[in-house]
């Protein structure tokens, strides 16, 4: 029994933050499938470890 009520309340948990994937790229729901990919990938080579040239997101991810 208490394995069920654990288990439910992880289920109806909200995160504390409630972000949406597009407000994280910075596009709205209706974008296409392109602006989304060019956000993306925007997004991954700025923080990638291997190509920022941002030593403080580097060592903030560490």
Known sequence: ?????????????????PTSYYEILGLHPSASPIAIRRAYRQLSKRYHPDTTDLPTETATIK
């Open 1 to 17: 029994m208490a394995q069920d009520r654990v288990r439910k309340n992880i289920r109806n948990r909200e995160s504390p933050n």
